[in-house]
């Protein structure tokens, strides 16, 4: 369910690459939480760097709604660069898996196999 690559990337050039890999690919990024500061801010205790990257593509995103308008509420795409005991990761959610598990309809099947291998390539070039 799960997808994550190790790099030996810093974790701001991952989060850079990142962000420019989703834009290449015809995603826009809509938002990035950095939970590592807000965590921080708050006057928790926490070592790892975490940013979460809320990705979307406007077309595929209408396609899904129009095949069943409660997928909105696992949208949109999440995408996380962090570290876990020194080393900077990259990985998500598998879209296909996530929504299939939430309706069983075909024609959003392809959909989603169709944004998870977007998603994959993404991870890969920024790893």
């Given at each position: ?55 979307c ?59 998870e ?11």
């Open positions: 369910m799960y997808y994550i690559v190790d790099t030996d990337k810093s974790f701001t050039q991952a989060s850079a690459d990142l962000e420019s890999s989703v834009k290449n690919h015809g995603f826009g990024v809509l938002h990035i939480h950095d939970l590592g500061n807000t965590l921080r801010s708050k006057g928790l205790a926490f070592d790892n760097e975490c940013k979460i990257f809320e990705v593509n406007p077309s595929q995103a209408a396609k899904v709604l129009s095949i069943d308008m409660r997928l909105n509420m696992a949208l949109p795409c999440r995408i996380s660069v962090y570290t876990e005991q020194g080393k900077t990761k990259i990985g998500l959610i598998k879209p296909a898996q996530m929504l299939l598990t939430l309706s069983q309809d075909k024609a959003l099947a392809e959909v989603a196999n169709e944004v291998e977007k998603i994959m390539q993404m991870v890969d070039e920024a790893k």
